[in-house]
């Protein structure tokens, strides 16, 4: 019952305090900040979550997750380190590839181009590229498919606008030759050799991969390299793409010969790391921003225990405890603290569902693109609402704001009675 005065008051100490238009003008201060930055942190978080998603379900989709390529020579029995890999916990596919680099000619130079020999029906087991590809081009790769063309070519789409190519048209691909020294049996480079190829279809994924990496059939690849049924090296999907570095030590451990290991860490790990980055900063900066809002609470609480010295000295002498007097402020802290939290929650988890519609409209609307495709690995604003996330940052800003209650509410239980009735008198 005591407890339930104390709050009966608060809330009435909060309603009076409206007719103060200072104090009034403090308190929406410090609930307007509260809203904005725990909006703000719920949509930063949801769309560093949304980059996340991203770079695991639509780039590390399409690039290895992790691969084995033979050091000296081509792997051969690689149908055997397929069934290996598919033996250990963790790895969900694997796939045989065959690689070769050169060079396009396009206006005013060259162009460096890595193609990939690849099994499009194996491929989908470690890959999902097809995803990207129109399924009648996506089964010309395909040895068992009527429409299989031996020599074609699965181009980016951006690279391909550039090199002014369209479906149907013959692209050369200069590759260097390696020849044997008589001597010492060492490899070098020889005279380039020029292959064609048909593009039999486009993919559109984005980025960087767009312009630099192209797919042909595996068999016609390793008929280039002159592989027989061998393979350049396998790649393999996993479960859990964190645990690629493990797992693919594991299965190169597990072989004979001499192998490259290499995981997706080494390659796109930069892009993890930096999306990593960009949310501890801005967590720590919008925390900051809810705790400088906090800070106005004090303020709040402070002029309104000074308005209010006689009131609190008037209910101490008709017998109210010192820890009630303390609930008194505490409770209106918590209700600016509280109203913020609520409002910044309900307004960052709407934006972050909507962020992507968002951004296109700002975009359409300023005649602006946040994310360039040719750079980012997509361009649009990812979203993905977690709520674990909304909980945290809320719990976070009613948590400041308590703890910014503390000092003014003990203030005020500290008020003498007789001292403030004289003063007031």
């Known amino acids: 019952m005591e407890r339930l005065l104390s709050l009966w008051i608060g809330w009435r100490f909060y309603m009076a305090r409206q007719s103060n238009s200072f104090i009034s003008f403090i308190s929406f201060a410090s609930t307007a900040g509260i809203t904005l930055g725990v909006s703000v942190l719920i949509l930063v978080l949801s769309a560093m979550n949304g980059f996340e998603e991203q770079l695991e379900t639509r780039l590390l989709g399409v690039v290895p997750q992790a691969e084995l390529v033979g050091v000296d020579a081509a792997i051969n029995d690689w149908r055997q380190m397929t069934r290996d890999a598919l033996a250990i ?112 279809g486009l993919f559109e994924l984005g980025g960087e991969i767009e312009q630099s990496i192209a797919y042909v059939p595996l068999a016609y690849a390793a008929k280039l390299q002159g592989l027989g049924d061998g393979v350049t090296g396998v790649r393999i999907k996993v479960d859990d793409v964190f645990s690629a570095p493990r797992l693919i ?108 519609s968002v951004a296109s409209a700002i975009e359409s609307l300023l005649g602006i693109q946040f994310l360039s495709g040719d750079i980012y690995f997509i361009d649009f604003l990812p979203s993905k609402l977690i709520v674990s996330d909304v909980f945290i940052v809320t719990g976070l800003a009613l948590l400041m704001s308590l703890l910014a209650t503390l000092y003014p509410a003990w203030r005020a239980s500290k008020t003498a009675p007789a001292r403030a009735l004289a003063g007031g008198g």
């Open 249 to 356: 030590r594991e299965l190169g451990y597990s072989q004979q010969q001499y192998l490259y290991m290499s995981d997706w860490t080494r390659s796109q790990g930069h892009l993890y790391n930096d999306i990593q980055l960009v949310r501890s900063i801005m967590y720590l900066v919008l925390a900051l921003v809810i705790a400088v809002a906090c800070f106005n609470i004090v303020s709040t609480l402070v002029m309104a225990v000074r308005d209010k010295e006689s009131e609190i000295a008037i209910l101490m002498t008709m017998g109210l405890k010192r820890a009630q007097v303390m609930t008194i402020f505490v409770f209106q802290g918590a209700l600016n603290g509280l109203l913020g939290s609520i409002l910044g929650a309900v307004i960052g988890v709407i934006l972050a569902i909507n962020l992507s």
């Open 89 to 200: 916990p963790g790895i969900v596919g694997a796939a045989p590839f065959v690689q070769m680099q050169g060079l396009v000619q396009k206006q005013g130079g060259f162009h460096g181009l890595k193609v990939y020999g690849i099994d499009s029906s194996l491929e989908n087991n470690v890959s999902t590229l097809n995803e990207f590809v129109a399924s009648q081009d996506w089964q010309k790769l395909d040895s068992t498919s009527p429409h299989y063309q031996a020599n074609g070519i699965l181009l980016g789409k951006s690279l391909a606008h550039k090199l002014g190519l369209k479906v149907g048209d013959t692209l050369a691909l200069y590759s260097p030759s390696t020849q044997k020294q008589n001597a010492s049996g060492a490899k070098r480079l020889g005279k380039a050799k020029s292959h064609r190829f048909v593009v039999i």
